[in-house]
């Protein structure tokens, strides 16, 4: 009835624009019976965005954290007029960010700094995005003006022999793909959100190649693709992700990569220690002996509260330091091994100059750009990007070593490492080590698959696989493979077209320094 119609009218055009609202912040690609649950971080935070430019609030203080994280080049500025539309409609937006794009856009930077950790917390820069570029101070000024750039490669690597092959991908919104990954390289599996490169990467090649080299643990093989070749070339797949590196107290990144071995023998070996007949194991805190028995090493003591959370309070016996009285007598250049774990890790590199069995562990940290975290700092307060670092820097150990076995000629293992967008929360120069710690991996015989959004990381590429042309139904298909110089000649690419600007005028930096 007309009656009927006027009513339905209205709401379907209340559905109509809310819809839209999902659209422009780039998930069109979302299916309406998607569970809330599967979304990542980065969507659910686009979906509230998108209910705030619904309910037409003025006068409200947005804090954002990354919201352009999992997105493309092409979506970012999507979210940027989003961002605008919130700002115009008189509310102020807060966005904690690394993309150039969206600091091009904003109307204040306020910049951090001069470091991370201990050596920053200090406000360098609240100005325009052209004012900071003339601030001397600002690392994030020097990037943006083009004083200091991760450089295109003069050269990369030519594919060889050895590749794998995946034939008949068809998970999720995969369309029956084949598509070869050569080996001993950097390559970036790139497009728009949604065009499944997750689901490339996660259900096809990393499940394929683990059920090839039987990694699986027995877990049933799905008919996700067809048939996989190649995968004699590699010894062992590795998937390096942001899930926590340890859930307790005891977790920290000196017993993360086996540096706090090192550590407790060199406590163990000094004569006030053999004087009191005290072990290696005296100096740990996860077996009897030397640690405090009240909060078993933990340094805190939980008390269950019955409706509420757990509290965590200070050990009244050990004061936090872990240990008991006896062990926090023995030192080394004046410090107790309890003062040792509070030192960060540029501090112990210093500290330890003189025990290199131990510099050697701690410096592929600082490598990764962790040199600020303290030794003993509990691993679950660690970021997911800090996270994965460390396991970057775990795989860097044996890496270094195998290095300096290729000079003898000696047989390495080959890895394939997996990253899922490694650039996560990372400033460009994080991203540089990053990029540097890439190539010593590959130096030492891996070989190294991304997805990424980051035009730093793609530019440097040896070897692109860009899926798309859009997100969801519309994706799923292989747009192009090759260089990035390839992608960027590709006119149904989106990720070719941002490329080509960044090729086009990006090279080494003016000053030689990156």
Known sequence: TEQEEGIAGKLLQEIQERLRFLNEVGLE????????????GGEAQRIQLATSLGSRLVGTLYVLDEPSIGLHSRDTHRLIKILHDLRDLGNTILVVEHDPDVMRASDVILDLGPGAGENGGKLIAASSYEQIQNIPGSLTGRYLAGELRIPVPGSRRKPGVQQVKIFGAQAHNLKNLDLTIPLRMLVAITGVSGSGKSTLLHNVVFQALSSAKKQNDGAPVSAAWNRVEGAEFIDEVVLVDQSPIGRTPRSNPVTY??????????????????????????????????RCEVCQGDGVVTVEMQFLADVELICEECKGTRYKPQILDVRYHGKNIHEVLNLTVHEALHFFASAPKITEKLRVLDEVGLGYLRLGQS???????EAQRMKLAAHLQPANREIGRAREHARRAHILYIFDEPTTGLHFDDISKLLAAFRRLIEAGGSILVIEHNLEVIKTADWVIDLGPEGGERGGYL???????????IPQSYTGQFLARVLNGNGASRNGSK
């Not at 979302?30 to 569970?35: A, K």
């Not at 550590?263 to 053999?274: D, M, Q, T, V, Y």
């Open 257 to 290: 990569i086996k540096a706090f071995d090192a550590i407790r023998e060199l406590f163990a070996s000094l004569p006030e220690s053999k004087k009191r007949g005290f072990t290696a194991g005296h100096f740990s805190f996860n077996v009897p002996g030397g």
């Open 479 to 489: 747009v192009g493979s090759g260089t990035p110089e390839v992608i960027a000649q």
């Open 29 to 40: 690609y979302l299916t309406l019976d998607r569970l809330s649950s599967t979304l990542s």
């Open 379 to 385: 691993a679950s307060t660690l970021s997911g990007g």
